[in-house]
């Protein structure tokens, strides 16, 4: 079982860079693919980002790849998404998520929120202009 507990959202200007997040209270954080989803007002909640256990295999939304960075340290049982050049558009609450694996069944990293067992509470990140 894990408890996921996200941190650090806020209200920035567009351009602007913020660090969110992501503590696990479990002991099997480790064994875990991690990702961020995020929603909208009005919105469904989309997939941001994933990492696998190791951190060494990660995999991004199109809308942020080249801006976000999703890295973890499993030392601290921590996951970590470094946002740089928000936009507008990036407005949204933030939420981490665990998974038994990184792969689903096709071969492919897992971008539906229903393949993550495990949700952290999400965090408000406000983009302004």
């Known amino acids: 079982q894990e408890q996921l507990v996200e941190s650090g959202g806020g209200l920035v200007q567009a351009g602007g860079s913020l660090r969110l997040s992501c503590a696990a209270s479990?002991?099997?954080?480790?064994?875990?693919?991690m990702g961020w989803f995020r929603q909208a007002p009005g919105k469904e909640r989309e997939f941001v980002a994933t990492?696998?256990?190791?951190?060494?295999?990660?995999h991004y939304a199109g809308s942020v790849k080249g801006r976000f960075t999703i890295s973890r340290d499993n030392a601290k049982n921590t996951v970590f998404l470094q946002m740089n050049s928000l936009k507008l558009e990036d407005t949204a609450v933030y939420y981490c998520?665990?998974?038994?694996?990184?792969?689903?069944?096709?071969?492919?990293?897992?971008?539906?929120?229903?393949?993550?067992?495990?949700w952290g509470q999400g965090t408000q990140v406000t983009v302004s202009s």
């Open positions: 990492i696998n256990w190791s951190g060494v295999i990660t």
């Open positions: 998520a665990a998974s038994e694996t990184f792969y689903s069944d096709l071969g492919l990293a897992k971008e539906d929120d229903y393949e993550y067992e495990y």
């Open positions: 479990g002991r099997t954080f480790s064994r875990h693919a």
